[in-house]
């Protein structure tokens, strides 16, 4: 007698292969068997028109903390997301007193936190008190150098910081992290030589683990930025994972041609080099980090490229949600300032933590990055103030129904893979990302139909369409479309740790 049967689905295996007519049997948080089962079950799921596969692993989440405060995470789950791979862009969860300075503008900061002692202490956090999917965390840059240094220095570390900070994430990856994340066009890892870098990614390189960068610059400077990170990887001897792989500014369109070449480049050279990608062509950052790179200055803009006021949208003001989903352009018009100005005037106004979603980018360019085979998704996910980038609920739905049903960027059997075994493999996480005998019981049912995101900038807290079904270890989180507020989750370990 099986705990579980999921009968008649179209089961994808998440290794690129194409789906085939078979039943799954589930025996606590693994799958059993793949097949025609006959044995009996204590519960049966008829999935008839259905795809069941892996369940989505989201290698570019920033839900480091809100997997604690809002275990139910409805944004992700809603949408096949089975695990989340938080730490990106830097900002890592711990140690968490600087986390909880580091983290403000993009999470929010729950002053009754209890403190974690490093890596160990966050991974323990999550298996305490669990949440609907599991967890896997990457090492913050910004954090570490945040606490080794005092606070955000524009300056080299000393020696002995260095050695603090080289500590810090080995401690990390001693705890089960998959590797390290930088963001070097934010505060305070801006300010990092590429030497620094590779100092702190020989701690990742000597464990196993993998370094993944939002990179130093993806405008004007992209395809010097792709060569320092391939180079950092190079250098420290670990794989790399260029995070939301992307041209930003109407000058610098078409671009990842040559990115794309610079990846193949190192693959063929025998480097461990991917990218992951949003389906968008907006992306979603802090108002305060495009002024201070430039985006709305003179000349072709800087490290995040260019972007026009009225590109510009407003998806979180602390204190002033009813300025939320305005363009920057109205400010422009209201106070009568150019951009930049009235950018700085509602920073002072509403404090640094102002999120946007900013226009900037070439379809053409998604597409191409989408099609390549280095690219994996992950939805950059920041589900904070009324108008969130719609990414947040509507990344994989809208990859499964606009991009692979309704314009055939990707095959389905392609587009799963990216999701789910793809970044499995590429971070280092033990039987997930796949359905097969042995491997735990995430998996997503959905209507490939059907099945459409339905989150939009005007209205983004919308969950999809035609995905009815999602398990995180054995158990639904999702089904017939409502979240049951399992929480099936746990804190993942890289692999080899
Ligand atoms: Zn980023």
């Given at each position: 007698m099986h705990d579980l049967v999921i009968r008649n689905a179209t089961v994808?295996?998440?290794?690129?292969t194409p789906g085939i007519s078979a039943d799954i049997a589930i025996d606590g948080d693994r799958i059993v068997a793949v097949g025609q089962i006959d044995e009996d079950a204590i519960e049966h799921l008829d999935a008839s028109g259905l795809v069941a596969a892996p369940g989505f692993i989201d290698v570019h989440s920033h839900d480091d903390f809100q997997v604690l405060?809002?275990?139910?995470?409805t944004h992700n789950v809603l949408q096949g997301i089975t695990t989340v791979i938080v730490g990106n862009c830097g900002f890592g969860a711990a140690p968490s007193d600087a986390a909880q300075v580091q983290m403000k503008a993009i999470q929010e900061v729950d002053s009754t936190f209890k403190l974690w002692a490093g890596y160990s202490g966050y991974l323990e956090a999550v298996d305490q008190n669990p949440p609907s999917l599991n967890v896997a965390a990457l090492v913050g840059h910004h954090t570490v150098r945040r606490a080794a240094m005092g606070g955000v220095e524009k300056r080299a570390p000393t020696p002995d910081e260095l050695a603090t900070m080289r500590k810090m994430v080995a401690e990390g990856m001693e705890a089960g992290a998959v590797g390290l994340s930088t963001g070097l066009v934010y505060e305070p890892g801006r300010y990092s030589e590429t030497s620094e870098v590779v100092a702190v990614a020989e701690e990742v390189a000597a464990r196993s683990g993998i370094y993944v960068s939002h990179m130093r610059n993806e405008g004007d400077g992209l395809l010097d930025a792709v060569r320092e990170t391939i180079g950092i990887g190079s250098s420290a001897g670990c794989g790399v994972e260029i995070s939301h792989h992307k041209a930003v500014g109407a000058e610098n369109w078409g671009k990842v041609t040559q990115s794309l070449g610079l990846i193949e480049a190192a693959q063929a050279d025998g480097m461990d080099v991917t990218a992951d990608q949003y389906p968008y062509t907006a992306r979603s950052t802090m108002l305060f980090a495009l002024v201070q790179n430039g985006t709305f200055g003179s000349g072709s803009g800087g490290a995040m490229g260019r972007s026009s006021p009225d590109e510009v949208l407003l998806c979180s003001v602390p204190g002033a949600s009813g300025l939320e989903g305005r363009t920057l352009q109205s400010f422009v018009e209201e106070w009568d300032l150019p951009g930049e100005d009235a950018a700085n005037r509602l920073l002072s106004e509403h404090g640094n933590e102002v999120l946007v979603a900013a226009f900037g980018m070439d379809e053409g360019d998604v597409r191409m990055v989408m099609a390549h085979p280095s690219t994996m998704i992950g939805t950059d996910g920041l589900d904070r103030g009324s108008k969130p980038h719609p990414r947040a609920w509507g990344t994989y739905p809208r990859i499964l129904g606009k991009y692979v049903r309704e314009e055939g960027i990707l095959s389905l059997e392609d587009a799963i893979w990216r999701m789910s075994g793809f970044p499995a493999k590429k971070f280092s996480l033990k039987d997930r990302g796949a359905i097969r005998?042995?491997?735990?019981?995430d998996i997503v049912l959905f209507d490939p139909k059907t099945v459409i995101d339905?989150?939009?900038?005007?209205?983004?807290r919308n969950g999809p369409d035609g995905i009815p079904h999602v398990i995180v270890n054995g158990k639904f989180v999702v089904k017939d479309g409502k979240h049951t507020h399992a929480r099936a989750g746990r804190a993942l370990h890289r692999a080899d740790s």
């Open positions: 994808h295996a998440g290794s690129g405060t809002e275990p139910d995470v005998p042995g491997a735990f019981a339905s989150a939009t900038f005007e209205d983004p």
